[in-house]
């Protein structure tokens, strides 16, 4: 018995030794760790990009939806009624430049006729002075040789060398060209006025032109309002669409945030979708632990899930910076005191196993991770 003990003993410790260089010899050739979870790139936490009455909430967590499928709605009426009421507010502005458009054209028109107008009867009451003054002209020659033949007939006169009646003769000849030079005076100046009088209208005509610019700046400024409007306009149809939630993939609704009749704010998350075929691990390994850690190197990963079953993976990659760099409030060590702590760096594994294999493997499950060391 003695002999029986002491060989059991011995078999107890030596079997003991083996498991201790076992288990250290595996942690030698692998890298363990027991902070590694299962982590997905396509979680897609959802909300409406306006805000309002959440009328209808169609699915529930653990359903599947297909890309672009409506998940919720929001009560659109408000929307509808403003895009209404704006579209016809554009009608309205376009409708009064429309009506300015026909103003301008009459008036260009009318402006137009009116400076036609104005300019021949310029050019005709240049013509009238022009014969006016010819005409003057005329007389006042014809009563220079009059008055010459008027004088020497009064000195024959008076020698009586001449009649009365001869002399009355020249005397009323000199008279009615006088009057006449007179008369040619009074309507040359009367066909001035008349001239001035024209000219004054076809310059007023010319200013009139600047109603033509006041309707064009008046057109222009609905144009802006015009645009300005259908911006807004296009601002709420964009609104409208924004009333109905899509999903982004293909994939599972993994929460549901609230129920149909609740009010919400833009961007308050409606619902959480999840794509179940893009899984991966990230483990947070100790530094201590990262000799021989490179991309491609095989891991081995076993979740409880699985009753320990062993699935295969590989390093995709390894975080430049440790895991404390990002933190939100930095170690303080301006006073000189500093204590080594163990820093941990995210390793990024990817799964190498068919999608009907990991269908019961979830997002956000713990691991144990055993990563093959390699030299580089």
């Given at each position: 018995m003695k002999k029986f003990g002491?060989?059991?003993?011995?078999?107890?410790?030596?079997?003991?030794?083996?498991?201790?260089?076992?288990?250290?010899?595996?942690?030698?050739?692998?890298?363990?760790?027991?902070?590694?979870?299962?982590?997905?790139?396509?979680?897609?936490?959802?909300?409406?990009?306006?805000?309002?009455?959440?009328?209808?909430?169609?699915?529930?967590?653990?359903?599947?939806?297909?890309?672009?499928?409506?998940?919720?709605?929001?009560?659109?009426?408000?929307?509808?009624?403003?895009?209404?009421?704006?579209?016809?507010?554009?009608?309205?502005?376009?409708?009064k430049k429309e009506a300015l458009i026909q103003k301008k054209i009459r008036v260009f028109k009318e402006l137009g006729i009116k400076s036609d107008i104005s300019k021949n009867n310029i050019g005709v009451s240049d013509e009238k002075l022009h014969s006016l003054r010819l005409k003057l002209n005329a007389a006042k020659t014809k009563l220079k040789k009059v008055a010459k033949d008027h004088i020497r007939f009064t000195s024959l006169l008076k020698q009586k060398l001449i009649s009365k009646a001869d002399f009355e003769k020249i005397d009323t000849k000199y008279k009615v060209l006088k009057d006449q030079i007179d008369a040619a005076k009074k309507e040359l100046s009367s066909a001035q006025k008349s001239t001035k009088n024209v000219t004054s209208v076809y310059h007023i005509s010319e200013l009139e032109k600047a109603q033509i610019k006041e309707i064009e700046l008046s057109i222009n400024a609905l144009d802006e309002q015009i645009a300005s409007n259908q911006k807004k306009l296009e601002s709420l149809k964009n609104k409208t669409l924004y009333c109905s939630l899509r999903s982004p993939i293909n994939g599972i609704v993994a929460k549901r945030f609230v129920n149909q009749g609740r009010v919400v704010a833009k961007g308050t998350p409606i619902y959480s979708i999840v794509d179940t075929h893009n899984k991966h691990v990230e483990v947070l390994l100790s530094e201590k632990k990262l000799e021989g850690i490179h991309p491609k190197n095989p891991v081995t990963i076993t979740t409880q899930a699985m009753g320990g079953k062993e699935l295969k993976g590989e390093v995709e990659s390894i975080s430049p910076t440790s895991a404390s760099t990002f933190s939100l409030v930095p170690r303080d060590i301006a006073s000189g005191e500093f204590t080594k702590l163990d820093q941990r760096f995210i390793v990024r594994i990817k799964f190498d196993e068919p999608s009907d294999v990991l269908k019961h493997v979830y997002i956000g499950m713990g691991a144990t991770v055993a990563i093959e060391r390699k030299e580089n």
């Open positions: 002491s060989v059991f003993l011995l078999l107890l410790v030596a079997g003991f030794v083996y498991m201790l260089y076992d288990y250290l010899s595996y942690r030698h050739q692998n890298a363990v760790s027991d902070a590694a979870f299962v982590k997905s790139d396509a979680i897609y936490t959802l909300g409406f990009k306006v805000g309002g009455k959440i009328d209808h909430i169609h699915y529930v967590e653990g359903q599947k939806v297909v890309k672009d499928t409506i998940l919720a709605t929001i009560d659109p009426s408000d929307f509808i009624l403003q895009e209404e009421a704006l579209s016809h507010a554009i009608k309205a502005i376009e409708a």
